[in-house]
C-alpha cells in the first residue's frame, strides 16, 4: 500500500514538501518529459490537476491549474491562467469545459483513478484527452502507485477512453494519452452513420 495517496494524505504531503518543491521537482522531472507532456497538449481549453508550482503548464493562457495544497498553489508565481484549490475528484466546472486535462505527476496520487477518469470524461469536450506522466520504477511502489500499460488500457475501457499513446521514458516514468471515445461518434466526433 503506497504512503502517499488520497486526497488528506495528499494534501498534507504536499503542503509540507511545498517550500522546497521547486528545487526536487528540478531534479526529478525531466525537462524533455515536461516538453512530451506539452507537445500532447491538444489545441483549446486545459486543466491541470495537481498544477503544483505551475512547471508544466504556466506557458499557457487558456489553462486552470488545480491543487488540493493551498501552499503548492501559493509558490505558482508567474503562472499565466487560473488557479483554483480543487480536489481532482470533484472539480468545480461545467461538462465540456475542456479540451484536454493533464496530470503531470499527480495521477498516481488519486484515490480511485477509474472514478476520476469518469469525472474527467464528462469535463472534456467531444474528443478530448487525458495526458498524464506517472512514474513506472518499481522502486517507487513503496511511495506511490506504479500502473502498467494492462491497468491503464483497464481504466480506459470501464470509463469510455482509448489509450492513445503509452511510451515508456526509459524505465523511470511513462507517457499516456487516453482519448475521449463514445462508441456513437466517428473518430473525428461527428454522429455514427451521419
Not at 3 to 14: A, I
Request: net charge positive; with cysteine; charged share 20%.
Amino acid at each position: 500500500m503506497p504512503l502517499v495517496q488520497g486526497p488528506t494524505r495528499s494534501r498534507q504531503f504536499f503542503d509540507w514538501i511545498a517550500p522546497r518543491y521547486k528545487t526536487i521537482n528540478a531534479r526529478l522531472y525531466r525537462l524533455e518529459w515536461r516538453d512530451l507532456v506539452r507537445s500532447a497538449i491538444e489545441p483549446g481549453r486545459v486543466l491541470d490537476v495537481g498544477v503544483g508550482t505551475g512547471y508544466t503548464t504556466s506557458h499557457l493562457r487558456k489553462v486552470v491549474g488545480i491543487d488540493l495544497s493551498r501552499a503548492m498553489l501559493a509558490g505558482a508565481s508567474g503562472y499565466r491562467g487560473d488557479l483554483v484549490q480543487a480536489d481532482a475528484g470533484s472539480p468545480p466546472f461545467r461538462p465540456g469545459s475542456f479540451a484536454t486535462i493533464v496530470c503531470a505527476g499527480s495521477f498516481y496520487y488519486l484515490a480511485d483513478p477509474v472514478r476520476t477518469l469518469r469525472s474527467f470524461h464528462g469535463l472534456l469536450s467531444p474528443s478530448g484527452a487525458v495526458v498524464l506522466i506517472s512514474p513506472e520504477a518499481w522502486f517507487l511502489r513503496p511511495l506511490v502507485r506504479v500502473y502498467t500499460l494492462r491497468d491503464y488500457e483497464s481504466m480506459a475501457q470501464a470509463t469510455d477512453f482509448r489509450v492513445e499513446l503509452y511510451e515508456s521514458l526509459r524505465g523511470l516514468a511513462c507517457l499516456v494519452k487516453f482519448r475521449k471515445w463514445n462508441p456513437a461518434r466517428n473518430e473525428d466526433g461527428s454522429a455514427r452513420g451521419a
